[in-house]
């Protein structure tokens, strides 16, 4: 499947893609802090383009359990100048990691292709659709809800959620082939959840492209006796090479490189080897 964004082309299916987390936020869980400086968050960029990152996902607000809610003015201004440099300097696909659609809006003008929605594309109205179909964009919806209680099982609820989903992009003028959806690692699930979803992604291939993003996950650490979100990387691999063989088709990580290596063996295996 080839998805065309802005001016980037994404193909999917040929091998797993890698995109790289850039948070230029004070608080997310993992990396909070790390990239708050331009001049870093950019020299990021391009060492994880260097890694093997085929995107770069940037987020301006962290979204981890208990998170604080930012302006929308401090989101822009914590995002916008790193896309714009990256945009310039970097020949990278960029993600917005965003819910808010004036931010993703703001984005696209300044150099973003996809837009990262954790609420895929449920927090608005269709606010978010319109501004993906305005600029015919690629939307990478994830699944999510507050609150870990589900009435029913949890592969059919989110089926469920990617049926409203879709609906609101049509409604408002998105084709669902724009639409890569998440899972949601993380988000609305606890540990037994979260193990639950990873087993069985395999029955949402049919829905759409996947995108999984476990990486540096609190289960993950809490599987590997509570060690600190840095020392996940063994445990994130893990997901990856259970991702693919479970259909994933790009992986958003923090630790690029050493995912990257994982990913050319597992789609050597998977996905069969090419000379």
């Not at 607000?61 to 809610?69: A, L, W, Y």
């Not at 819910?99 to 703001?106: K, T």
């Amino acid at each position: 499947m080839i998805l065309h964004s802005q001016n980037k082309t994404i193909e999917l299916g040929k091998r797993t893609l890698i995109m790289g987390i850039l948070n230029v936020t004070t608080d997310s869980f993992s990396d909070g802090g790390d990239y708050t400086d331009i001049d870093l968050a950019v020299e990021r960029a391009k060492e994880m383009v260097k890694e093997g990152a085929d995107i770069i996902d940037v987020g301006g607000m962290s979204t981890r359990p208990g998170h604080e809610e930012i302006s929308i003015e401090l989101e822009l201004e914590r995002v916008i100048p790193v896309i714009k440099r990256i945009s310039k300097e970097v020949d990278t696909i960029i993600s917005i990691d965003t819910y808010r659609y004036e931010v993703a809006e703001e984005a696209i003008k300044n150099g973003a292709h996809i837009i990262n929605d954790v609420w895929g594309l449920q927090f608005d109205n269709g606010e978010m659709a319109k501004i993906a179909s305005k600029y015919n964009t690629v939307v990478i919806a994830m699944h999510n809800q507050n609150g870990t209680e589900y009435k029913e099982d949890i592969m059919l609820s989110m089926r469920k959620f990617f049926n409203k989903t879709f609906e609101i992009a049509e409604k408002n003028g998105l084709s669902k082939d724009k639409i890569i959806i998440d899972p949601g690692i993380g988000f609305g699930k606890d540990i037994k959840l979260n193990l639950e979803v990873l087993h069985r992604m395999n029955e949402i291939r049919d829905i759409g492209p996947i995108l999984l993003g476990a990486s540096r996950k609190r289960f993950i650490g809490t599987l590997l006796n509570n060690l600190p979100p840095k020392e996940r990387t063994e445990g994130t691999i893990a997901t990856t090479i259970a991702g693919i063989e479970r259909g994933a088709d790009i992986v958003r990580v923090h630790d690029v490189l050493q995912n990257k290596r994982a990913v050319l063996v597992a789609d050597a295996i998977i996905r069969g080897y090419k000379d």
